[in-house]
């Protein structure tokens, strides 16, 4: 800017000297002055961003026809400075939208033809202010496998002003398969991860864009516990989170009963288990070395066969699915792991196994004996359940065990019997990311082995697994990341040995485990193909267990 007065003064001195020395030697027109007769501004009608700024030349026009340049000698004028205001110098800056003359006045004098002030003038429009940059936040985020993020792209605009703009903006990633952000409505800008490395997510609107990058780790597994229904007792294991082998920890802890589910509370402190027989929850205290001790004010009564236990993932709550009446919830005292009663739903439709959103906004929960899967709107605060009005969904004949997707985009249902007989089908859903109402899919339902009895789906959402109870095997496939529909992966279903009940893939995403109904070799181990799926016995990942319904793993 220096730069730019010193030679716009040094143009005014030389145009000076100029006149002088034709007045002095008498040179030029009559009277011996070249004097100016007009001054012309330019550019001519430029418009402007609000925000921006239009440097303004006044150029005379003397009586020979020569031109000097006079921006510095003219007096400049904005005829509507709400509009645009102009400097000294002739450097006009847009303030509001809307049309302003900018003049350029040499006052009268002997520099002027007949002594008259000469205007020289020209429009300047300003229209509204046009985008300059995009942030994308949060910047650099760490995430672990399995997380979801949601991403803001904010503007910033000529005038300074910022505006929001994720849900305009073009979403992408520099690499799906580490992470994927959603270009559907209600869930843009939210990144779902895939799988460990670093990816950049980009933002675009026109022609300006703005990213940060993203990098994804593994979570790294800690312990596993097996409910063994046949003992009335829980295990526990160590898991290799290198190899996934399991090395048991001291010996199983006591239930009241044989123990139909498992569940480990949100910040892994606490693990509660559903007593089936004798209508209790037992808690436990997770030591740091993992062995487990009872937690105060458990066994608790909560009778009607509970089946199914469902620890909220962002908050102190569990909620138990009672077979003879519905759903009943429960606080977890964050100290002790203490519950106390927070509310109950009535269901007495034979509700089985229910699962929640990974957001801990829904949950859903089979009803077998009417064939539904009932959604429900879920209370951060106090953990109470709402019924979605749009109601529940029908399934095939007896829904069983729920499995949603990390990215809270996908619900399946393992269809345990047919109602002539054994059922070979898993139902899929949509969740609708504004309300929680499921929609079924158009290709559901998804032809698997007989009786399936449990879903699984790993960290990066990318496979999903089903236990076969009465074919012995495990069904394997890979889950579509749009439209959710499933493919069965190459080699599936594989062999599991002694009935399997449950499945769960450990919290780094290698490795899977399946609960069968064996009365010695409850636990069978399997390692994950990263790339296609495929589950490969793992010896040092079987453990011994008696009739294992229910598997929970920490990381």
Known sequence: MLAFKCKRWLCALVALLAVTVLSACGGGTSGGLNHVTAITVTPANPMLAKGLTQAFIATATREDGSMLDMSTQVTWTSSNTSVATVSTLGLAAGTGIGTTTISGTLPGGTLTAGGVTIVGSTSLTVTAPTLMSVAVTPANPALELGANQPFTATGTLTDGSHQDLTQ??????????????????????????????????????????????????????KFLYAANLGASTVSAFHLDPMSGALSAIGTPSATTSGSTSIAVSRDFKFLYSA?????????????????????????????????????????????????????????????SGALTAAGAVSKPYAPEFGAMSPDGQYYYQTLSSIDQIEPFAV????????????????TEVFPRAIAIDPAGKFLYVAISDSGTGTSTTVDGFLIDPSTGALTK???????????????????????????CFNSAVIGAFTIDPDAGTLSAIPGS???????????????????????????????????????????????????????????????
């Open 441 to 467: 899919m158009g290709a559901s339902p998804f032809q698997v082995a007989t009786t399936p009895v449990s879903i699984a789906i790993d960290p990066s959402g990318r496979f999903l697994y089903v236990s």
């Open 379 to 394: 209370d951060g605060t106090s953990g109470a359940l709402t019924p979605l009005s749009a109601g529940p969904v029908a």
């Open 493 to 555: 279903p594989f062999a599991a040995p002694g009935l399997p009940l449950f499945v769960l893939v450990d919290p780094s995403g290698q490795f899977l485990y399946a609960g069968t109904d064996s009365t010695t070799a409850g636990v069978l181990g399997y390692t994950i193909d990263q790339t296609t799926g495929a589950l490969t016995p793992n010896a040092a990942g079987s453990a011994p267990g008696n009739i294992v319904w229910s598997l929970a793993a920490t990381h």
């Open 275 to 335: 007593d089936f027989g004798i209508g209790n929850v037992s808690g436990f205290v997770i030591q740091p070395d993992g062995t487990l001790i009872a937690a105060a004010g458990t066994p608790v009564a909560v009778g009607n066969g509970p089946l199914s236990l469902v620890a909220h993932p962002t908050a102190d709550f569990l909620y138990v699915a009672q077979q003879g009446s519905g759903v009943a919830i429960y606080a977890i005292d964050p100290a």
């Open 168 to 221: 305009s903006a073009s979403w992408s990633s520099s690499d799906s398969a580490v992470v994927r952000v959603n270009t559907s409505a209600g869930r843009l800008g939210v990144a779902n991860t895939r799988g460990p490395g670093a990816a950049d997510v980009k933002a675009t609107v026109g022609s300006v864009s703005g990213q940060t990058t993203v990098t994804v780790t593994r979570r790294t597994p």
